[in-house]
């Protein structure tokens, strides 16, 4: 099993940054990748952004195209901690942010099904 706990959160003008983090336990070394994903009010559950704790230095992430190049993913692997570094918010940014372990596949890495751990959310509120 692994325990994922999200920090973070909160309420943020437009235009400003938050950074969320995600902390891993348990049987950690059961998973090979890490995502965020967001649900607002109303919606399904969306990928933002993943990494692997492979990889090299980057670990690899990937991003949902309406978040390029606004947020950015990185992991601290001795810690087992992965951050959600948010610039540029916009209130369509407004969501439960939920961090996910698993081993999802190249097909599965911004699918909900490729991950089997998560976090109990922390909410990002963008409003003025």
């Known amino acids: 099993q692994v325990q994922l706990v999200e920090s973070g959160g909160g309420l943020v003008q437009p235009g400003g940054s938050l950074r969320l983090s995600c902390t891993a336990s348990g049987d950690t070394t059961s998973t090979h990748a890490m995502g965020w994903f967001r649900q607002a009010p109303g919606a399904d559950r969306e990928f933002v952004a993943a990494i692997r704790w492979s990889g090299g230095s980057t670990g690899n992430p990937y991003y949902a195209a309406a978040v390029k190049g606004r947020f950015s993913i990185s992991r601290d692997k001795v810690n087992r901690v992965v951050y959600l570094q948010m610039d540029s918010l916009e209130p369509e940014d407004t969501a439960v942010y939920y961090c996910?372990?698993?081993?999802?596949?190249?097909?599965?890495?911004?699918?909900?099904?490729?991950?089997?751990?998560w976090g109990q959310g922390t909410q990002v509120t963008v409003s003025s």
């Open positions: 996910a372990a698993g081993r999802p596949i190249t097909s599965t890495l911004s699918t909900v099904r490729g991950y089997a751990y």
